[in-house]
């Protein structure tokens, strides 16, 4: 859950370019993944795919958090990754502060997706709040060809 001391580790993480605070909680979360991978190989995807940021905010911030995630995701779990697969075409408002459907309507044509894609993808995002950025992600994806599509995540925020 997103909260005290893991809401302040991902915050240190993606605004200030802590990975030492980022990369003790992907490991574990590598850590989860691979057990249920073992347990439950079909639900191993094939491709993971970060949430895309805006070349303009990357640069801004120096990095993305959802593609340093896949790749040491990618990495652990000896999936591949790519971050040009989905691409963000315009600059969005930024998602906090606004409802469910705020962010379904600041998203709308954000995307495209710039390959052809496996059946099982999963994309790879930081935090969940709403769910508006993964639903719009993995509309497009779904539309381009995948039909298997999961949602990881370091953190989900308490609804």
């Known amino acids: 859950m997103y909260q005290f001391p893991l809401n302040r580790m991902i ?22 993944l691979a057990s249920h991978l073992e347990s439950s ?39 591949p990754w790519s971050s040009t697969t989905l691409e963000r075409v315009r600059v969005a408002p930024r998602q906090s502060g606004l409802n469910r459907r705020q962010r379904m309507d600041n998203l709308k044509g954000v995307v495209r997706v710039n390959r052809r894609l496996p059946a099982k993808v999963a994309i790879i995002d930081d935090v969940m709040t709403t769910g508006a950025t993964a639903r719009i992600l993995a509309r497009e994806l779904r539309s381009a060809g995948a039909s298997d599509i999961q949602i990881w995540v370091l953190a989900r925020t308490p609804n």
Do not use: C, T, V
């Open 11 to 32: 915050g240190h993480y993606k605004y200030r370019r802590q990975l030492a605070f980022g990369h003790p909680l992907i490991n574990l979360f590598g850590d989860h």
């Open 41 to 79: 190989p079909e639900h191993r995807p094939d491709l993971l795919i970060p949430s895309p940021m805006h070349k303009k905010r990357r640069r801004q911030r120096g990095f993305n958090q959802a593609d340093d995630i896949a790749e040491q995701l990618s990495k652990r779990l000896g999936i």
